[in-house]
Structure formats: C-alpha cells, structure tokens
C-alpha cells in the first residue's frame, strides 16, 4: 500500500486522473473498476476533460461499477445507474454495451450476482478499480463485518451508511437500506486498487485502514492484502495518520527522484 497526500482535492483527482489514463495508453481495451459517491467526482471531471481535450479514448474500455440499490430503477436521480450516466457515461465514448453496473431491479439477486461475477472473469478481470471509502471504513457497499472472502451479493446497509447518504435524498427514510455490491474478495481481485479520500470525515477511517489492523471491522483495511495499491488522500483524509511525515519522505525520496 501506497499513501501519497496532495494538497487539495483537485491534486488528488489529477493525479488519480493521470494514472488511470496512463493504463489505457497501455492498454487502450483495460477494464475499469467504478466507484460512485462524491470522491470520485473530480477524477471523472478530469478524465472527461482529458477525453475532450487530450482525445483520451474510451472506444474499447469495458467498465463494471462497484455497487447500486435496491428498489431504484436506472431512471432515479439517486441510483448509481443515473449518477455514473451523467457524472461520466455521457461525456466519453464508452460503448453502452461494454458497461455494466449491478442491477437493483432485477427479481433473481443470486443469479444476477453470480452473472456480474462471471461477465468480470470472461472481461479479463478488472485492471484499476477506483474505490472511495465509507466513514466506516467500507469499500463499495462491504460493511463492517463483512467476509474479507466476500463475492458480490446483497447486502444490508449499515445504519451510518444511511445516515452519511440521507444527504442525497429527501428524507432519511427514502435512502434504500439494501444493495448489490461486489464484495471484498471480488475487489481484491482487481490488478491494481486506487483508494482515493478527501476531507476530515474520511481521516479516522483512513488512518484505521491504511494503519490498523486488517480486519473485516474495516473493509479497507483488507487492501493491505492486495500487492498493488494506492492509497491518494488529501491534506484533512491524511490528518490522523500517525506515519504521515513517512509517506511524504517516501514519495521525495523515489529511487530515480533527484536529490536535492
Ligand atoms: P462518498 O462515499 O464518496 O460519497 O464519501 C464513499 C463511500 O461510501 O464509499
């Protein structure tokens, strides 16, 4: 695991940005994991600048998206199908086709899930999957106490996780309290993790994930055992990490970086 801490929240998009660009220079046809959620905002506003104004191709992407309720159709404003259409899809030129985001519609959970995994794999696995994290320290919708083992699946929303995204409904109770996430053990699967926080109420779950104990209590914290992953985190998400003057050190002192 990686930390590098930016100044600002659009240094830290940027950055995500570039590197998420850098492996579709590589690999034009990579597959990308998507995260929803207010964090990752910056970094599609970014790749969709790129796009328009760098000529960034997405023709041959495929994307999977981490997580969506259940009981929203694609059509309503706070389901991840609408966030990801009009926050990214619209403005790159994915093929409609080769997206794919869980269903909470569907009436057969088990086998739409067992499908999602199975379209993944036949994909050729996730290249980056981009991850937010909860201020329980979930990664898409693992709550604590999930199988760090964990396959996509139905799961119950954590109370505080409800709480944080009332905001975005008009009541509490319009929040929906289940959804369809892939799990730890899908995610983990990925080639490369990119675990991006910014603001003061991601700082203590940040500091549990990235120096605490692996534990299911965190689901964040399981990225420690996964052998490729940044961890990129503005100024405030990185306050109450212990070893933060570590990790700047270590990104000043890259073999190859000049020595001043
Ligand atoms: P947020 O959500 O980006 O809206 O803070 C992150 C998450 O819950 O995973």
Not at 113 to 133: A, F, N, P, S, T
């Amino acid at each position: 695991m990686e930390v590098v801490i930016y100044r600002t929240y659009e240094e830290m998009s940027q950055a995500a940005a570039r590197e998420i660009a850098e492996v579709l220079y590589a690999k034009p046809n990579a597959v990308l994991g998507m995260a929803t959620g207010s964090t990752p905002l910056g970094v599609y506003r970014e790749l969709v600048r790129m796009h328009k104004e760098e000529g960034l191709d997405f023709s041959q992407v495929t994307t999977f998206n981490l997580d969506e309720y259940v009981g929203l159709s694609p059509r309503h404003d706070q389901s991840y199908h609408y966030f990801m259409h009009e926050n990214f899809f619209k403005h790159v030129n994915i093929p409609p086709q080769h997206i794919y985001i869980p269903s909470g519609t569907t009436n057969n959970y088990k086998a739409f899930c067992e499908w999602y995994e199975r379209r993944i794999k036949e994909c050729g696995g996730i290249d980056v999957q981009i991850l937010g994290i909860g201020s329980d320290g979930h990664i898409a919708f693992n709550e604590p106490g999930s199988s760090l083992m964990s396959r996509t699946r139905l799961k119950t929303l954590a109370r505080q996780t409800i709480d944080d995204n009332a905001r975005f409904f008009k009541k509490r109770e319009d929040v929906p309290i289940y959804a369809i996430t892939m799990g730890v053990g899908t995610i983990l699967e990925a080639r490369h993790c990119l675990l991006l926080a910014n603001g003061k109420k991601k700082a203590q779950a940040i500091a549990q994930a990235v120096e605490g104990p692996v534990t299911a209590m965190i689901t964040a914290s399981a990225l420690h055992l996964h052998p490729s992953v940044m961890v990129y985190v503005d100024e405030e998400a990185a306050s109450e990490l212990k070893m933060r003057e570590y990790y700047r050190w270590i990104q000043e002192n890259k073999p190859g970086a000049p020595r001043s």
